[in-house]
């Protein structure tokens, strides 16, 4: 049974695009852009209101940036969402964004953007507030280019944005090929079933195939082990993470700041441990939060290209 709901901006997942562009003293902009896609394999089309700044600085100098937003600096490409060009023009500085002049368009390439596309103004309508920009040059950080000159997204940790819910996601790791369906389904060659083989040949190296199989077997009892331990692991992860987030919230309370000033001043028991008044002990435990998250995440990329 299905429900419906009504008129919606479902459509998920949207990349999260930072636009670049010049104000009128050539200080740069940028704006957190939701909806916008290809509009052809040359062209690029956002939806923008014309009151926003970006809009008027692309009708003055014809040119404006897509960059594509990752996860290092989901805060940044939030923020710049959410403030104004039209009220703070130097938004930027509040960022670790830095602006970086295009080679082919009057507008700035936002740094820290794996992958950036330098577009020469089209057109705008201001009715349906499409914008379109021709794609003139494409640049991405060289280290997310192989030796073979081929681009590796899935290392770009790229984030896309969900309407539904209203958060950021992961853009998701490789789970097949495109347009690899046809010659698969229409296989004249592909046999469905379980091929039978004959008493002879199944006889030969027979003494390799049970070392084989024991073998197999053995790695198998193995690999069941230690998803075992690692599942229970994750769970013992998971279930502290309500704990895990008020000692977050502490470190960055105000609470913290007046416990660390009595620690300085010598109000606190000398023998009482007080590592978590170390300003560098807990911000490395509370970053390795991220490094395992990046790690399982390269795991299970890893698991799904080996099955794929």
């Not at 030969?204 to 998803?227: A, G, H, N, P």
Request: with cysteine; proline share 3%.
């Amino acid at each position: 049974m299905r429900k419906n709901i009504g008129i919606k901006p479902y459509l998920l997942p949207m990349p999260v695009l930072v636009i670049g562009t010049y104000n009128e003293d050539k200080s740069p902009n940028a704006m957190n852009v939701a909806y916008g896609s290809m509009r052809d394999d040359k062209s690029i089309s956002l939806y923008i209101n014309p009151v926003r700044k970006t809009i008027k600085n692309v009708l003055r100098t014809k040119a404006f940036t897509v960059n594509l937003a990752d996860m290092e600096h989901l805060l940044d490409a939030d923020y710049i969402g959410i403030v104004s060009g039209n009220e703070n023009k130097d938004k930027l500085k509040r960022t670790s964004f830095e602006a970086i002049k295009s080679e082919f368009v009057d507008a700035p390439i936002i740094s820290f953007s794996p992958l950036s596309i330098e577009c020469k103004f089209v057109s705008y309508d201001e009715k349906d507030h499409r914008l379109v920009g021709e794609i003139v040059n494409v640049c991405v950080e060289e280290e997310f280019i192989d030796q073979d000159g081929k681009i590796k997204t899935e290392s770009m940790d790229l984030i896309t944005y969900n309407p539904v819910e209203n958060t950021y996601n992961l853009l998701g790791g490789f789970v097949g090929n495109a347009f690899a369906s046809k010659e698969i389904m229409e296989d004249e060659n592909l046999d469905m079933e379980a091929e039978e083989y004959s008493e002879e040949y199944l006889k030969k190296d027979l003494d390799k195939r049970i070392k084989r199989i024991t073998k197999m077997e053995k790695i198998m009892e193995e690999l069941s082990k230690v998803q075992e331990k690692l599942n229970e692991a994750l769970d013992e992860f998971e279930n502290f993470k309500e704990k895990a987030k008020a000692f977050d919230d502490y470190y960055s309370s105000e609470k913290w700041m007046e416990d660390y000033s009595a620690d300085d001043m010598g109000l606190l028991p000398e023998d009482m441990e007080r590592g978590v008044l170390n300003e560098d002990i807990p911000y490395d435990v509370l970053g390795e939060n991220y490094n395992l998250a990046m790690r399982m995440k390269d795991l299970s990329r890893n698991i799904f290209n080996e099955r794929n």
